[in-house]
């Protein structure tokens, strides 16, 4: 086991530094850089400003120099200046964190106690109205878009129903944020606890069927044991893998639910970057949600040996 | 006596439905509420070409003179004195001298004097040492000789020639007054002014904090203790906010035509006016790439475009009809409709124009069994695809094979002037509406916002010839002379004038929208909350 989490380790820093060297490159692959952007927006065009400010900001140096500077700095903690605002990247980077972190994390767990459980009721009741129900429910939260979604719950909450407001100010109090956000999280959290339930079902429906399933029965277990205790646990495996992916994709992967819930998180602000080429900002995010993306990863595979005593790394 | 007292009444009335000023006394305090649709670039207004930026940050500044914010109208004429006093033009008309208001303080607590006006102009015409990052409207002030400094409370502006419409740049919310004090690099993070209210804050993607500046020059204002300002990147949640309640005001015209009649009914207690917004647009054709390099071509394309349909389609017939100067009746350098009408290209039988496109093209060998391909570049933003696909469109029926080329905005600009295009649909802002900004930005030879390169030295003539003109009659002569000669020409073919509205509730007082410019109003020292 030891000998595998060095393993691991080694090859999660591997991935981190094949990603920097990749989002490094890609950005400068696309055309246009801040001079550029800035210039446009002011509708002007001068060539010699535009290469003063360029060589200001060092984007005239040689790009492995430029890699060389950004990654040394990253690793003493030094972000850099946003080259928009031009304050510290990671002030800018900082208080937007948690706030992503608070709703990928109530959707996630939106997703897990509505996914997981139906998914089982779906595959025990298999070929039932209450299974027919469910999947119908499951395949509108594959196919409906988030954006409208979105919209179609902002309506209701915030103009019909007048629960919510739209996210202006962020809550004093923690629970007052989480109710907020639990909103957009279960938008989030809907499309997330579909693709759960799907799988639940079928991996459920797939252990349902085998002998020891039967001789769980036979023994007299209850039907709670029998779906929960046995079948359950020998479905988790793909379920887990699948929470695992969809819990990195949402750090990363909610911009259309920030931006049409207004919430200033992380993945907004990376979509904004992008189109002002802000490269300290873009670089420190993805290095952000690669070393997220990892992580979890590895934490998924971790669960895979304790979920599952059969499994052993190091044979 | 009834009668009039009857009429008096009813003017009075009539003035407070238009201003939103009462009878009775201001009140002071509250918070204006109000959203923005993006991330102003920077807080420093000389640095941005955006209104963006102009719009939260105008009453964080006080500028020379300003246009009058309770006038609709910009003009001459509604020009006020802001830190200058007063001031005098020399005999000759080359030298305006400004007398500069006493014991104003900038929002830091330090004196404000003449060295400051200095500086400001040092920046704008490039003379700092420490200058801007960026200087869009350095052009604006081409013809400066000189700002001279007597003492601390006064400085004379020397120019090379007369300029009558000077002032009216000064007075735009583009030409706030800048600390020496305060970097340039602090300037668009942190701004100082002498303005009604200062800079609390500014976080990317949430909000814009104004607080009221206690120790303002002009006593008993500004009414509003704070401005709060969120930025919300979506149209349909900052629309729902507003009529859900969430703010007292829209973003300045951010309403769009067909979304006011929705606004209205979801909140009919809204008040909303539909105005220009200043920007307009048009067709650039790229005169140098065979076969765009034909006059005749080019005059052919002209005639094709139905700014009716146009109309019809994205202003539900609200826009109307103009050459590059803003229409009547909010435009005051607006050609009457029988003028335009007479512009090439602007006659109001379409189909004679049509008719005419299509002999021109057949004359040069097209026709319905040999069409022309061309690629319509534009930016990727809505508001520049929409008229490009009608114009795509209406260039089909005089044997042209249209294809949309849509541009990355980030290259946008570049592409345009190295000439890397055939034709082109652009959208052009004006901040002030004065030919001294629109022709001398856009259509002189050497302008950095001259996208197509146009050159016309008769033009250049009769720009040069319009500037130095006092009598406005005549000016609005040679500029409508102007107006013929870029329309012959083909220069930059105006397809239509943008219009959009703006909604608040009624407890929001003495807002006043200037009818000719969107860049010049956002002072709100005079606007207060009746809650």
């Not at chain 1, 639990?182 to 606890?193: E, K, M």
């Amino acid at each position: 086991m030891g000998t595998y989490l060095i393993r691991r380790l080694l090859m999660m820093i591997l991935t981190l530094f094949g990603i920097s060297v990749i989002i490094f490159v890609l950005l400068r692959v696309v055309p246009g850089n801040i001079a550029d952007i800035l210039f446009d927006a002011a509708g002007m065009v001068n060539s010699a400003e535009k290469q003063k400010l360029e060589s200001e900001l060092g984007l005239d140096k040689p790009i492995a120099i430029q890699y060389v500077t950004w990654i040394s700095g990253l690793a003493r903690g030094d972000l850099g200046y946003t080259y928009v605002s031009e304050q510290p990247a990671l002030e800018e980077i900082l208080p937007r964190i948690p706030v992503t972190a608070k709703l990928a994390g109530l959707a996630l767990f939106f997703a897990i106690i509505f996914g997981v459980p139906l998914g089982v009721v779906s595959a025990v009741r298999q070929n039932t109205v209450l299974d027919y129900v469910l999947r119908v429910v499951s395949l509108s939260g594959l196919s409906l878009p988030s954006f409208w979604l979105g919209l179609l719950i902002l309506m209701a909450f915030v103009h019909y129903l007048g629960w919510i407001p739209i996210y202006t100010n962020k809550p004093d109090r923690l629970w007052d944020e989480l109710v907020l956000l639990s909103i957009p999280a279960a938008a989030v959290g809907f499309r997330a606890s579909a693709l759960i339930m799907r799988l639940t079902r079928s991996s459920m429906l797939e252990v349902l069927r085998q002998d020891y399933i039967r001789t769980a029965r036979a023994k007299g277990a209850s039907r709670v044991s029998v779906n929960y205790d046995h079948a359950l646990r020998n479905a988790v495996l793909p379920i887990i893998t699948i929470i695992g992916i969809e819990a990195a994709f949402l750090v990363g992967g909610l911009i259309v639910t920030e931006t049409v819930f207004n919430i200033p998180g992380v993945a907004r602000f990376l979509v904004e970057a992008i189109r002002w080429r802000d490269y300290p900002v873009v670089q420190s995010l993805v290095m952000f949600i690669a070393v997220v993306v990892v992580t979890v990863n590895f934490l998924v595979d971790m669960a895979y040996a304790v979920l599952d005593p059969r499994i052993r790394y190091d044979n | 006596m009834r009668s009039k007292l009857t009429a008096m009444a009813a003017t009075i009335v009539a003035t407070m439905a238009v201003t939103g000023v009462p009878a009775t006394a201001q009140k002071q305090g509250g918070t204006l509420k109000y959203y923005h649709r993006d991330n102003p670039p920077t807080t420093s207004i000389h640095e941005e070409a955006t209104v963006s930026t102009v719009n939260p940050f105008m009453a964080v500044f006080n500028n020379l003179v300003l246009f009058d914010q309770q006038k609709p109208s910009n003009s001459l004429d509604t020009i006020v004195p802001d830190l200058a006093e007063s001031w005098t033009w020399s005999v000759d008309k080359k030298t305006v001298t400004f007398k500069l208001r006493q014991g104003v303080k900038w929002h830091d607590g330090k004196p404000f004097t003449s060295k400051d006006v200095g500086c400001t102009f040092d920046l704008l015409l490039g003379k700092a040492k420490d200058g801007l990052r960026l200087n869009p409207r350095q052009v604006w002030y081409h013809n400066i000789e000189n700002v001279k400094l007597n003492g601390d409370l006064e400085v004379a502006i020397e120019l090379k020639e007369p300029q009558p419409s000077f002032l009216a740049l000064l007075a735009s919310g583009y030409t706030p007054v800048y600390p020496c004090h305060v970097s340039p690099r602090d300037m668009r993070s942190r701004p100082v002014g002498t303005g009604p209210f200062k800079f609390l804050e500014f976080k990317r993607n949430e909000v814009i904090k104004l607080a009221r500046n206690p120790d303002y020059w002009k006593k008993g204002r500004p009414y509003l203790d704070a401005i709060e300002v969120r930025v919300i990147a979506n149209r349909s949640t900052r629309i729902l906010a507003f009529v859900s309640g969430e703010f007292d005001m829209t973003y300045d015209t951010d309403v769009s035509i067909p979304l006011m009649k929705d606004v209205q009914s979801q909140a009919p207690k809204a008040i909303c006016q539909l105005r220009p917004t200043g920007v307009y647009v048009n067709l650039l054709v790229n005169s140098e790439a065979a076969p765009f390099n034909d006059p005749k071509l080019r005059h052919a394309m002209a005639l094709a475009i139905d700014r009716k349909s146009f109309d019809d389609i994205l202003g539900e017939g609200k826009l109307g009809v103009s050459g590059a100067m803003q229409p009547l009746p909010e435009g005051a350098w607006g050609m009457p409709n029988e003028v335009v009408r007479s512009l090439p290209g602007y006659g109001k039988d379409f189909e004679k124009n049509l008719a005419e496109a299509r002999a021109i093209m057949q004359g040069l060998g097209y026709g319905p069994d040999k069409s022309l391909k061309l690629k319509v570049s534009t930016r990727d933003i809505a508001i520049y695809r929409d008229p490009a696909v009608i114009l795509i469109d209406q260039l089909k029926k005089i044997y042209f094979d249209g294809e949309l080329d849509v541009v990355d905005t980030t290259i946008w600009h570049r592409k345009v002037t190295r000439g890397d295009y055939s034709v082109g649909l652009n959208l052009t802002g004006l901040a002030v509406d004065d030919p001294d900004v629109n022709f001398v930005e856009n259509y002189t030879c050497n302008s950095e916002r001259n996208y197509n390169k146009y050159c016309s030295a008769e033009v250049e003539r009769l720009i040069a010839l319009q500037s130095k003109e006092a009598d406005a009659a005549k000016r609005k002569a040679i500029v409508w002379q102007i107006e013929r000669k870029l329309a012959e020409d083909v220069a930059r073919p105006v397809i239509h004038f943008q219009r959009a509205g703006t909604c608040w509730y009624p407890h929001v007082k003495g807002i006043v929208l200037h009818q000719n410019s969107i860049y010049n109003g956002s002072r709100l020292e005079d606007v207060w909350l009746d809650k």
